[in-house]
């Protein structure tokens, strides 16, 4: 993880870094599922693929 629990983020910062084909050799599932369990606005999906690459924006947090 590259953010503390309650850090404030902005569009384009980095959460979390990992070894994608490290975990594909050991057998193991690369999805990654980002929870916001105390938010209380919802949010707007923005891509609704199955799979995403770095930059491609997933969801909008409402104000």
């Given at each position: 993880?590259?953010?503390?629990?309650?850090?404030?983020?902005?569009?384009?910062?980095?959460?979390?870094?990992?070894?994608?084909?490290?975990?594909?050799?050991?057998?193991?599932?690369?999805?990654?599922?980002?929870?916001?369990?105390?938010?209380?606005?919802?949010?707007?999906?923005?891509?609704?693929?199955?799979?995403v690459?770095?930059?491609?924006?997933?969801?909008?947090?409402?104000?």
């Amino acid at each position: 993880m590259l953010v503390k629990d309650g850090q404030e983020i902005a569009a384009g910062d980095p959460l979390a870094k990992m070894d994608l084909k490290a975990i594909q050799a050991a057998g193991k599932q690369t999805t990654v599922m980002v929870l916001f369990p105390e938010y209380k606005n919802g949010f707007t999906t923005k891509n609704k693929d199955t799979e995403v690459n770095h930059g491609n924006l997933i969801l909008q947090l409402n104000k």
